[in-house]
C-alpha cells in the first residue's frame, strides 16, 4: 500500500503528527518518514497511481529515469536537513521542512501539469514558514515577496495547463515545444521558481533570510524542482542555452561585492542554476546528464555551504563578512566543511563538481557552442572567487575579529560531515552518481589533459586572488546591501506607482465629490417641489415620493402593454 | 565552549604566507607539467601554452574590476530598504 503511494506524500501526512511528538524522538520519526517515502522510489519505472477526476486523468505517480536521480537526492537532502536541525526544538520548522521536501518529491512524481502545480504551489506555502521562522519584519516582508512570486509561477502553470486542457485536453506532463501562450506560460512559470534573469529576484530577497536551518532546506527543493521540470518539458530549448549562460556569468560580479555571506550564497545558487540551465538548452544525452548530476552534486556541496554558514549564524549570530573573519581556531571543523564544499563547487578534481561539471563543459564541446563554452569557462572562475575563496576566507580567515565562540552543536557537524564526505566520495568514484543518471554514460572525467586544464583555471585565478589581496586591490567588506533584480518591485515600482495611484485617488475623490453634489443639488430641488408644489398635496417625505414615483411608472407600464 | 583567544594577526599572516607558497608550488608543477602532457581543447585557442591558467588569472582580475565599478552604482546602505 505504501509502496504504491506517491514517494513525498507520506512525508507530507506524517508532518501533521509533528507538534505532538518530543524533541528528539520528533528527528527519529522524520527521519522514519523520509525512510519510509524513499522506499516508496522501489516500485521502479512506470505509471503507478492514476486518479480520473471531471474527466481528466490525473497521474499522481509516474517514475523514470529523470525522476530518479532528483528523487533520491531530494531524500538524502531531507536527511540531512533534519540531522543538520537536530538541536532545533521548533516544530513549526521541522513541519513546514518535512512537508517542503514531501511536496517537492510528490512533484517529481507528478505525471500531469494538474498534478504538479499542486505540488508546485504546496512547496510554496510550506517553503515560506521557514522564512517566516526568523520572527522579524525584516523576513516577514522577504516570505510576503517570496510567496507572491511562488505563488504567481503556480497560478501561470495552471494557466497554461488549463489552456491545454480546454484546447488538446492533453495535460500530461511530457517534452513540449515553446510556440503557443500554453507553453510560454508554463516555461515562464518554471523560469521564475529556476531564477532566470530579472525573474530571481525572490531568491537573494528571501533565502538569506530564512533561519540557519530554513535556507539550508530551501536551498535545496525548490530551484532543483524547477531544473528538473525544464528537463522534462523543454529539453534542447535553443533559448534556455541564452538564459542559463546569462545566470551563470550575471550573478557573478553581484556575488563579489556582497557582504552577506548567505546572500553571497544565494547568487553563487543563482550562478550554479545557469550551468543546469544551458545543460538543458543543449538536451543532448550527454548534456542532459550533465544537467541531473550538476543537480545531483549541487544539491549536496550547496547545502554543505549554507549549512557551514549556517553554523557561523548560530554560533557567531551574524553572517556579515564585515563583522566575521579569524574563527579558523574558533570552528575548525566548520572551517574543513566548508573549504570541502567550496572545493567541490569549484570543481576542483576529487571533489564531485568536478566530475558533474565536465559532463556539461562537454556536451557545450561537442555541440559546437562556442561562444557559451568560454562564458561557462569564466564563470567558472566566477565560482571560485565568490564561493570557492571568498566563503572560506571571510568567515574563517581575513583578519581576526576576536570573535569568541565555539564548534556547531552536533547534530550540525554530523550533517555537514556527511555531507563533506559525499562531495569527495563522489568526486573520487563518479561512476556512483554516473550510474544513476538518465541515459547511459560513457565518460571518463579523469584525463591528464582535462585535469591539469582545470588546475590551472583554477590555481592561477587563485593566484590572482592572492595577488589582489597582497596589492590590497581586493574590495574590502562594506555593510551595505548591494541592489538586485528586485529593486524593480521593491523601489521602482513605489516610486512610479505611488504617484500614480495617488493621482488617480485624487481624481477618483474629485470625481465622488462631484456626483455627491450633483445627487444633493437633485434632493434640494426636489425638496422644494415637495414642500411647495405648484398644484396638488405637499409630500411629507423623500421616500413617499420615491414610492409616488415608482407607482407612476408602473402605471405607465402598465398602459403601455395594455395598449 | 570558549577558549582563550590565541589567534593573532601573526597566525594569519603565516598562513596566508604557506597558502601562497603551496599555490606557488602548485603553479609550477602545473607549468612544468604543460611541456607533457597534450590539453585536448574545444578550439585551437584552447590548447595553446598555458591558456587555461591565463583565462583564469585574467577572469578573476576582470571579476573583481567589474565588482568594483558595480559597487559604485548598485552599493546601498545596508537601511536602504528600511
Known amino acids: 500500500m505504501i509502496s504504491h503511494m506517491p514517494p513525498g506524500l507520506i512525508m507530507i501526512l506524517a508532518a501533521f503528527l509533528l507538534p505532538v511528538i518530543p524533541h528528539v524522538w520528533r528527528q527519529i520519526y522524520m527521519l522514519g518518514a523520509i525512510a519510509l517515502s524513499a522506499y516508496g522510489l522501489f516500485l521502479g519505472a512506470g505509471t503507478h497511481l492514476v486518479w480520473t477526476v471531471l474527466g481528466l486523468d490525473l497521474i499522481l505517480y509516474q517514475a523514470d529515469t529523470l525522476s530518479l536521480p532528483f528523487a533520491i537526492i531530494f531524500h538524502l537532502a531531507a536527511a540531512l536537513n533534519v540531522i543538520y536541525s537536530w538541536h532545533d526544538r521548533d516544530w513549526q520548522q521541522h513541519c513546514a521542512s518535512l512537508s517542503y521536501a514531501g511536496a517537492a518529491i510528490a512533484a517529481l512524481h507528478a505525471g500531469d501539469l494538474v498534478s504538479l502545480f499542486v505540488w508546485w504551489e504546496a512547496t510554496a506555502v510550506t517553503s515560506v514558514f521557514l522564512i517566516l521562522a526568523s520572527g522579524t519584519e525584516r523576513a516577514r516582508q522577504a516570505a510576503m515577496r517570496y510567496l507572491l512570486f511562488q505563488v504567481t509561477s503556480g497560478v501561470l502553470l495552471l494557466a497554461g495547463a488549463a489552456i491545454l486542457a480546454s484546447t488538446s485536453g492533453d495535460i500530461r506532463f511530457t517534452k513540449m515545444d515553446l510556440g503557443d501562450a500554453a507553453t510560454w506560460l508554463i516555461f515562464i512559470a518554471f523560469g521564475i521558481k529556476a531564477a532566470f534573469p530579472f525573474l530571481n529576484g525572490w531568491l537573494q530577497d528571501a533565502y538569506p533570510e530564512a533561519t540557519p536551518t530554513g535556507t539550508v532546506a530551501l536551498s535545496a527543493f525548490t530551484t532543483k524542482l524547477a531544473i528538473y521540470a525544464l528537463a522534462r518539458g523543454f529539453p534542447g530549448t535553443d533559448i534556455l542555452i541564452w538564459i542559463g549562460a546569462a545566470m551563470t556569468a550575471l550573478p557573478v560580479f553581484f556575488a563579489v561585492i556582497e557582504n552577506d555571506l548567505r546572500r553571497v550564497l544565494a547568487f553563487s545558487l543563482n550562478n550554479q542554476l545557469g550551468f543546469m540551465v544551458v545543460a538543458v538548452g543543449i538536451g543532448t544525452e550527454l548534456a542532459l546528464n550533465g544537467a541531473v548530476a550538476h543537480a545531483f552534486v549541487h544539491i549536496i556541496y550547496k547545502a554543505l555551504l549554507f549549512m557551514s554558514m549556517g553554523a557561523v549564524l548560530h554560533q557567531v549570530g551574524t553572517i556579515k563578512a564585515s563583522e566575521l573573519g579569524g574563527l579558523y581556531k574558533k570552528m575548525p571543523f566548520t572551517m574543513v566543511c566548508c573549504i570541502i564544499g567550496a572545493m567541490s563547487i569549484s570543481a576542483f578534481p576529487l571533489f564531485s563538481g568536478f566530475v558533474a561539471k565536465s559532463l556539461t563543459m562537454s556536451a557545450l564541446g561537442d555541440a559546437g557552442i562556442i561562444w557559451a563554452y568560454f562564458v561557462l569557462l569564466f564563470a567558472s572562475a566566477g565560482v571560485l572567487e565568490h564561493s570557492g575563496i571568498k566563503i572560506p576566507y571571510f568567515a574563517f580567515f581575513a583578519h581576526d575579529n576576536k570573535i569568541e565562540t565555539g564548534e556547531a552543536p552536533i547534530g550540525m557537524r554530523v550533517a555537514m560531515g556527511i555531507a563533506a564526505f559525499l562531495c569527495i566520495g563522489i568526486g573520487v568514484f563518479p561512476s556512483l552518481l554516473y550510474s544513476i543518471l538518465p541515459y547511459a554514460v560513457d565518460y571518463h572525467p579523469y584525463d591528464a589533459g582535462h585535469v591539469t586544464s582545470q588546475m590551472q583555471l583554477l590555481i592561477f585565478a587563485m593566484l590572482a586572488f592572492v595577488v589582489l589581496v597582497r596589492l590590497k586591490l581586493y574590495p574590502p567588506e562594506i555593510p551595505s546591501v548591494v541592489l538586485n533584480s528586485d529593486w524593480f518591485y521593491r523601489r521602482l515600482a513605489p516610486m512610479v506607482g505611488l504617484p500614480l495611484l495617488r493621482m488617480i485617488m485624487l481624481v477618483w475623490s474629485g470625481l465622488l465629490h462631484q456626483t455627491r453634489g450633483l445627487v444633493n443639488a437633485i434632493w434640494d430641488r426636489l425638496d422644494r417641489i415637495m414642500h411647495s408644489p405648484l398644484a396638488g398635496p405637499t409630500v411629507s417625505g423623500r421616500a413617499v415620493l420615491v414610492q409616488a414615483g415608482l407607482l407612476t411608472l408602473l402605471l405607465l407600464i402598465a398602459y403601455a402593454a395594455a395598449g | ?82
Open chain 2, 1 to 82: 565552549m570558549s577558549t582563550p583567544s590565541s589567534k593573532s594577526p601573526s597566525d594569519l599572516q603565516r598562513l596566508g604566507g604557506s597558502f601562497t607558497k603551496a599555490l606557488l608550488g602548485i603553479a609550477i608543477v602545473l607549468f612544468g607539467l604543460e611541456f607533457f602532457i597534450h590539453r585536448h581543447g574545444v578550439v585551437s585557442a584552447e590548447e595553446s601554452f598555458m591558456f587555461p591558467a591565463l583565462y583564469g588569472f585574467l577572469a578573476f582580475l576582470f571579476i573583481v574590476q567589474v565588482g568594483k565599478w558595480l559597487r559604485l552604482m548598485i552599493m546601498r546602505k545596508e537601511d536602504y530598504y528600511d
